[in-house]
T-cell receptor, first 114, second 116 residues
């Protein structure tokens, strides 16, 4: 069974540039999560979906961040006008409702904003 | 909101010695959250080490154990004899499992260095 895949693995931007991250969850998993992990901190939830619906995006900086999961499978997280404070690893995870709350994580995308 | 506290940022221990990583939690939306330990080995992604969903129960995996203590709101991770391959970053987490899905709240992580 293939795990959660993410791309790109690394990104380096200047402040003000835009970037998109892509996530392909485990096949059949209905719930998809995006976390932000700054250096030396734990992952912090940005947004999560069940199928194509947003369940919680209260921690997503809505002025510059957006996330979609249009067909309830793959997802894209986009940062408009990146800031140095966005430097972090962006993790995607998926889970199956009724699967005991276990989330499976992708390898992450490491973002550096200069 | 919910929170998870790991007081040690880094722990260094010699091979074959015992290890304990402290974790305490606070869950405001539910009395008994699900509790997890995740681990990131060098060069690898975050993966589940163990989980316990019932207060008072113990979970175990790869020689590690953690007991869900609702009185002290703790979920410490222990191993009796560590190996060099246990060097990793360990994260304690909780989910409030409200509704049909819930996100994880993580601690800040504890980096474990096992010396040969």
């Amino acid at each position: 069974e293939a795990g959660v895949t993410q791309s790109p693995r690394y990104a380096v931007l200047q402040e003000g540039q835009a970037v998109s991250f892509w996530c392909d969850p485990i096949s059949g998993h209905d719930t998809l999560y995006w976390y932000q992990q700054p250096r030396d901190q734990g992952p912090q939830l940005l947004v999560y979906f069940r199928d194509e619906a947003v369940i919680d995006n209260s921690q997503l900086p809505s002025d510059r961040f957006s996330a979609v999961r249009p067909k309830g499978t793959n997802s894209t997280l986009k940062i408009q006008s990146a800031k140095q404070g966005d430097t972090a690893t962006y993790l995607c995870a998926s889970s199956l409702t009724g699967g005991g709350d276990t989330q499976y994580f992708g390898p992450g995308t490491r973002l550096l904003v200069l | 909101g919910d929170s998870v506290t790991q007081t040690e940022g880094q722990v260094t221990v010699s091979e074959s010695k015992s290890l304990i990583i402290n974790c305490t939690y606070s869950a405001t939306s539910i009395a008994y959250p699900n509790l997890f330990w995740y681990v990131r080995y060098p060069g690898e992604g975050l993966q589940l080490l163990l989980k316990v969903i019932t207060a008072g129960q113990k979970g175990s995996s790869r020689g590690f154990e953690a007991t869900y203590n609702k009185e002290t709101t703790s979920f410490h991770l222990q191993k009796a004899s560590v190996q060099e391959s246990d060097s990793a970053v360990y994260y304690c987490a909780l989910s409030d499992h409200v509704g049909f899905a819930s996100a994880l709240t993580f601690g800040s992580g504890t980096k474990v260095i096992v010396l040969p």
